[in-house]
């Protein structure tokens, strides 16, 4: 099943951006964003299993054509894993170690802004979004995994979610725009929907909103 997910989510992202865009490659004018390089360094909090996991990314985009650009991202940030060492009915002892997870994928940005406004220096960007990749805990302790806790009537219950190092997708659609103060640096924000959690995770967010630094090349 959740390999069928992420196949329709990568088939629905890529015909969604691929209608949009192939007219316009094809009949539109020119514009700044063909040709000019992109780097992002961004900051992100979501929901990940009932605790707020901060993730630290950078970016690198190359404009393809007048309204397209793509490119590749990287980033890292920190998770709990927990390991249960003593289990009743009304308590638990564990023991909790913070390891780092990191992220990587392919990003694909659709610039709306250049069918209205002709070549040249402009100081905003407004564009569609669209990412694919995935995330990996690295180096994970023997025995600890990721739990949350219930009650099934006689007791609390650890619920164990059997995050490993192996990589798990994550992918996003989405919308952002940025603003250049100056000549090539400025601030962006994103808002994405999709998945950015492990794929076993009983409490997740699939909302993100991501923002920083930009800079135009």
Do not use: C
């Amino acid at each position: 099943m959740k390999i069928t997910t992420t196949i329709k989510a990568i088939i629905a992202v890529t015909l969604t951006f691929s209608l949009l865009t192939i007219p316009l490659i094809m009949f539109g004018q020119e514009s700044y964003i063909k040709d000019r390089w992109n780097i992002k360094l961004g900051y992100a909090k979501y929901n990940e299993i009932g605790d707020f996991e901060s993730t630290l990314r950078i970016e690198l985009n190359y404009g393809i054509s007048d309204f397209l650009e793509t490119g590749v991202y990287f980033g890292a940030g920190m998770i709990d894993l927990q390991k249960i060492s003593n289990l009743t009915t009304n308590s638990i002892s564990m023991k909790i170690e913070s390891r780092t997870h990191i992220g990587y994928g392919v990003n694909l940005n659709f610039h709306i802004l250049p069918l209205f406004i002709d070549e040249g220096d402009y100081r905003f960007d407004l564009y569609l979004a669209g990412r694919f990749g995935g995330k990996t805990v690295l180096n994970i302790p023997e025995g600890y995994s990721r739990y949350y806790f219930g009650n099934d009537g006689n007791g609390i219950v650890p619920y164990e979610y059997n995050i490993d190092s192996k990589f798990d997708p994550e992918y996003a659609v989405g919308t952002g725009a940025s603003f250049y103060p100056l000549y090539h640096m400025g601030l962006f924000a994103e808002f994405y929907y999709g998945k950015f959690h492990f794929s076993n995770d009983y409490y997740r967010d699939n909302f993100m909103l991501r923002y920083g630094l930009s800079f135009k090349f």
